[in-house]
């Protein structure tokens, strides 16, 4: 860790306090006009800093990407827009894009890591797709394995319940729901591992762009769910592939 | 109909157009100081007037059933508290209160229907009691038979499944939920009779006092369902009891 | 029942367990790469599966469409936008669309029901007529006769008390209102049967896009009132079918 | 108007510029410890300061009134709580209160004004009887002759309609109402004066705590509804009398 | 009253009891295919119907327009949008028109009343202007005088300090007011008329479109203050002209 | 698994369709009068039923202890009231309860398991406290280790900075935080497992019973937070303990 | 003071009380028919009126900027769409305008104030830029130093840490946040100036357009810390301003 | 600083990294079993740590006094119960408490700061007084002047403006206000020191406990005017105390 190395080196003769006050924040922060990249995120986190596009210029998204792959750190963004996108193709054009879920994705480092686990992703209507894919995509970046089943709410019981040994064989289960938001409740009585329940902007009238369905996941009569903020694929997919990487770990 | 009656009568000659208009809202409205009892509910409406008893005096509680039965009219109270029970029942010995549901009922009529149909009454959990028993209550008084199936929530989702067959008999099912109120959009995608959700104050935090569960039970993706008001089981039964007696009418 | 004829073919020897393990969910649910179509539905609740268009691509409620036809289901779909509908005119050209409803009806079966009862639909004002059209197309493509009354909110009280008999010959009453959502209230007190009350988006500042209404409603005073989620036309209509086929099945 | 008055004097060379600015605000503001009461409202406003007694200890009440006594001004306190009642009633024998509108009423001018115009008030229910008391109360203290109706909420839509004669003789009606806070809008539809909604925390569940009707209120489809604050009896009285007394003036 | 006269006819003999209640609703309401115009609203109101363009297409408009014109009253149309504005120039030519109040007005009835009163406007910002204008039209359309008084925020308290004594010589005050909502309570200590508060959409972040302006004047600490809708500059105009009429009656 | 054990056992002729109908559900579902209790929940999600005892009489609470026990299940129960908690000691003398945590918890099973792992709790202020301890109470109840930092609010970050190896060395964060709630999004900086984020109500004024926490931790800045309901310390202990036994299982 | 010299004036003889009356007002508002520009606001508060030029034509901004300049005002508007920014370029080519803070600025009177002390200005993310850069300009326009650090949220916590000399070295720090708000909570603590949050609209879900940040700011654990409105990097810079300047005045 | 020492020891060889490492946090944070107490704050934010005593047991509050003045620092309590004041009392009799502001104040350093500056506080009412009284004893505690100006609401505008002067020569002026709010505009654009507005939960309705008046503050149309939390006199005195003494340090 930089920081006993730090006050070994200080301790040795070799750095002198002064010098040793000034280094120390240079190698966790790469300073840019308009973002202070954190380029300690990875040791820290185990994974490098993500850039949320939205609300972002693509000149800054790109700045912040060349940033992190001058050094040496792979690139993961969300919530990127057509513009930014075409922006982003241009500038990368080895980077991969997925269109489905709005994410960027470049790879630096040269180690890559074998996925591990399962991480399985449930979504109670077609129009959840969106966000269950930018859970998808974000696990599979993070070095889990991860799949998808669709369309699967509760109007039709039957058809959560014919995937139960599927579900149980998941190390960790991802329900993303929009509307009544009712399906991890379900989800949550039929496995003995964690759920994530990812409340969708799906629905109308007083859904209330997704709180309805959040409100629901917050009071499930199942204890084993926690929720992530609306629409928030990309944490749910964050969450489960920590601890994923957590059980799966030599 | 009173009003063409009252046309003919003036027409017959037998009526004076001054006294027609005065007597026209007499058999209508019975006048208290602090009430106006519709005396017309029941022919209306096919059920008379029902007391709200929460938000008024004691007092205010026996005039308004003295009214009623003073033209013949059975009277049916809700939200009874303990104190305005205890006062009822010196006023009206004769009269039935049940404390769980918090109702008085004084029957005054002499012709007696015979129940008819089934409303089945659906919990979620045990709290739920309560406002499931107002419901029930209600029905019965309302002329419809009416049964119970107590602490069936999504969470060990074969409780509700195992009782398909009881549910699909039923001509209206009440599902009373508090917390995620997920149980009507599960019941709602197993029969084909109306269902009527009912959310309930039981929760804590997010659940704000039922606002969650309301919120779930309108988005239900399940389309055969309609809501009431939180807490409000005597609205159920009573919706309940009016879709029962059209289906049952000779 | 299918789960009872597969328990009596194990029973019989003609089938392995493990085959019934397998076949169970199959006639139940048809699996697209984007959606899970329940195919059971009909069986269950009497209708076919309905597809809700809003936030699903053309080609999803395509492919939707086709799997259900696929299985002899006829299609209903609502909240078609216009270019939904277009690409779906196309598709299906023997479908047929109601604009103002937006709505997409295809049918395959070749046994058509008679219509029975009667839905009575009424709105406020002028603006609650998209929501009303959609209840309306929603119940006679169910198999329930429908009507509606346009425009008689109750600021013209009279509006809506010369329809009196009308609306105490109907089986059920849908009212929809926006702004003060006051319209269901009074209704509630004018008739017999059950009161389905729609609250719409229509209205400006402290409406709030419908919640004004749903309040209203929610806390009517006429006890014979539920409620559906704003602008739920297609809710209303379904609940009111159901209802309808109840009274008047043989 | 005091204002003009000094400059005249410091015209006149009977008042220095110095003296003048002190005494400029004297007369106006009375000073306690724990109030600045204003004597200058009755001259600007037609009225003195009234004393909300909700939220004070009954000696800061006690002194208000004592300060407004003290310079010839009538007093007038609303939200009186039972043992602030109790205090003032010590305090002030002579002071008249009335227990259901929680108002205390005490006069030292000497000069009586003829109470002028008719302000109606209306009840949707029982339970809004405190709420119209207050009303009812104030508008009388201020000068207007006030009279109520009492429960004729739009459930027995007859009950308010046949009191159209006496609600199109007042100069303003005044319409109190909890829950659906539907009345206002039947009324604003059936006379052409001013009419003020006074919404009640009346109700239970979605209601709450008044804020359902007063949405409704706001959103009233009549033109002519103004509206007050929840369980503002006082204000609509207030208002009420305000407009009548500028209608009766010579 | 035509009730009375009905009943009277009936009485003589003249008319047959069917009959009677066949002609009782006919000359009160014009039924389109989408509108039920309220044909008795100017008799029960003192003004015609008034049409709320937002939410209608532009022929629905035009055509209730054409009915009322067909009975000979006047019809006036608030929240016009530039479309609507343009098929109704090309419908109605001699119709008015202001664009920053968004109406329409157009006079078929050949006895003009003079003017009456005085109803001053008043706004706190600039941008509170087009509400402003749409009570201002209103006020006049509906025969009251009125005039504006623009941008005297308390942020300068002077500003409005020195209209203090045009404010006393109106009948009524409308203030109108976005962001804090803070002026009616201003206005409300200074003059003894009634006054009127308006919130308007103005502002950003927790202003909330219009509901922390909203609040703040139903919370006003001047008494004699009523609120309407947020951005209800018709609805403000409307009340206000009631009352001038009111006080301004032979 | 019962399912498939039944299946075959149809297979084999042991069981009649009929009798294999009717047994399907027994074993599952505890019914009394008031509760249907989940006897499966350990078989399925690895611990028994949890009773919620708020909203419950004693004498309910009571009752499904008792049934669980009756079939050899351990009983755990959050939300004890002081009344319940007194009525259960009388009840259950061996049990152990936490005032503090408001929990109840009695064995019955006999073979306990050796705790795995660690769940690291860490409170923001003291008033946490409660809510933490439920969480730890439940973590341990189920299996994991749990230990407890109290008091580390980030208005003194060096309090949290100087525990960051006791944080990296859990296998589960949990951060229980009122008021701004800021604690989450630190420690999700800081570490690489994941973390749970409890709402609890602690504050005043616009934290608005816990709201105000919730929603700083559903839009946590640290991708890898998990949020629960406000004061759900039960449910942030049940969640942690899934995921610990998921990475300690053999 | 004006006021003064008035009461002087008459006091002289030298002015009537009526001119005088009429003469107070005049020096204090620029009268022009869409605003009153308050004159006086520099006198009273230090700086001149500001314009918020949202919700305001471009005409409007022009007339209210061309009334300052004519009395020798300095003018600043804020808010300042792209459509409003060209036709100002046009109009007062010689004023200077900030694109990514939206401001407008020019200077017209001769004596220029040099900037005093230090406005620390401190981002979270890099999207909270332009509410910044609005913050930023403000505070240099009226008057004070300032300058920016740039996207060190609390997910990196070692990115603000290693500015804390920096912090502690300002007279006030302006904290700009999004999303969770929680930064602002860490700089209370690190400092012992004042510290103002400035919630921002960045986020998504559940950040509901800021809403989440404010009230993580209002209830932030550092005591230090006060709180504007979302978005409002002007009001965070006046009021920044304000401060340096007395802290630095002579 | 600390930290740059410890970095010198361990250049000289005197300390060892591991011990450097274990030493860092230890003088910084008093650990007690139910707390942390930040021994660091006075140094970092020029005041020690301060007591929230709500939501903590009469014993935890001690614990933390005790602990505070064990390391011979001051100790300031706010929001003290009835009973936890009692208990208070009784442990530490030479400490002093203000029961209407709530506090308690024990000092244990022995020298004494001067008090420097003023800060001005205004109530718009007199229930305002007890959050008023817990800013100015917060104030003086931390070492400012501090007066008060009691009841001066906008409703009558004069009140206010007799206090110009006053307001004028403060260093910092707090207006605390519920009901509307209002009261900070109007100071807003008197002065051109800082304001700090803090809300109150005084008031009924739509007060929504201090919401409204949040709301109003937050939109102030005056630009220098920062707001603290509901009810937050504590805050708004210790914002003010700083500021203070940065204007006056030497």
């Known amino acids: 860790m930089p920081f006993t190395d730090l006050l070994q080196a200080v301790r040795d003769g070799t750095l002198s306090v002064e010098e040793a006050a000034r280094q ?15 380029l300690q995120r990875q040791a820290r986190c185990g994974f490098p800093e993500v850039v949320l596009a939205e609300g972002k210029t693509a000149e800054w998204v790109e700045g912040v990407v060349r940033k992190l792959a001058a050094h040496g750190q792979d690139c993961f963004a969300t919530r990127v827009s057509d513009s930014q996108a075409a922006h982003l193709a241009t500038a990368f054009p080895a980077a991969s894009q997925d269109r489905l879920a709005r994410t960027f994705w470049m790879t630096v480092a040269t180690d890559r890591v074998t996925p591990v686990g399962m991480v ?23 070095g889990a394995n991860a799949e998808m ?24 289960v991802l329900v993303v729901a929009g509307m009544d938001g009712a399906l991890p409740s379900v ?19 007083a859904a209330f762009g997704g709180v309805a369905a959040l409100l629901t996941m917050l009071n499930s009569c199942s204890a084993g769910v926690a929720v992530v903020n609306i629409d928030a694929g990309f944490k749910a997919g964050y969450v489960a592939a920590r601890m994923v990487r957590r059980m799966h770990r030599a």
């Open 120 to 142: 399985q992703i449930v979504t109670a209507g077609t129009g959840d797709l969106p966000v269950a894919q930018e859970a998808l995509v974000t696990a599979r970046v993070m």
């Open 187 to 205: 989800v949550g009585g039929l496995v003995d591992c964690p759920v994530i329940a990812v409340p969708t902007s799906i629905g109308y009238g």
């Open 149 to 172: 089943i669709v369309d699967v709410g509760v109007a039709g019981i039957h058809r959560i319940l014919r995937h139960r040994d599927t579900l149980n064989a998941a190390d960790v």
């Open 24 to 38: 120390l924040p240079d190698p966790a922060a790469g300073d840019l006009a308009y973002a202070t990249v954190d």
